[in-house]
């Protein structure tokens, strides 16, 4: 009798570590990240000030809107893990290629900026939130989406990795600072002041340097993201992956290699 077993017919790719979706470690770190996301969103409506009825709320905030694509991400997740849905899990996976970015960025700034002066990214008139709030804001987000996409994804949504993604990324990264800088300067013509205080330290031009700069960190982060994937996980090659489609199909066959 063969000693070979019987190849898989998980659509995972072959380098993904844990299975996804799936109700097990994928649907657990789902709810966890959304629980967590939850108490950020609910400390904002609890703790009621000038921005809550201010133009664009606390989405004036790149910590928030960081929080928002997150918890879109993790909603797709939870969704996918629950109906076993390869559609839902390649839109989870588009999401994170800004989500867990954005969130590392945001704590690399928020900390970083923190430790010179928290006058800078903190408004003189709102205290500090405990703690645990402070690290479900800048810190929860970045761990969640980090660990979903270095244990739970496969290195691209689609496959394989589009050979473009250093650009694709560098594009996404310039856009997305960019928009977020128009966005705000929308709200200051209406409140008549920044969510942070850096900005209204800066003149025009200083603040384009800021959002360049804050894209380029977010295209490196993101690079630093595929980087450790493949010292986790290793590196996709179509070989792997046309032996990995072939055992898929000779296991729903039936067959053995």
Known sequence: MSSKTAP???PR???QRYESPSKGFSGALHVVGLISFYHAFKFLVDNPNQFNDSFGWHLQFLTILG???STACFLLGLAADILN???LFVAKNYIALVAAPIEIVISILYWGLRAIDTALVVPPDLPLPP???DLCFHFFPALFTSIDVILLSPPWPTSPMNPQAPLIMLALSTGIAFLYWFWIEICFSYNGFYPYPIFALLTTYQRIGLFAVSGSI???VGGALRALYAWVNGYESVEEL???KRARKMGEAGKWE
Do not use: G
């Open 218 to 220: 977010m295209w490196v």
């Open 242 to 244: 046309e032996k990995a």
């Open 131 to 133: 703690l645990i709030y």
């Open 67 to 69: 929080i928002s694509i």
């Open 8 to 10: 898989t017919t998980s």
């Open 85 to 87: 849905s390869a559609p």
């Open 13 to 15: 790719h072959p380098l």
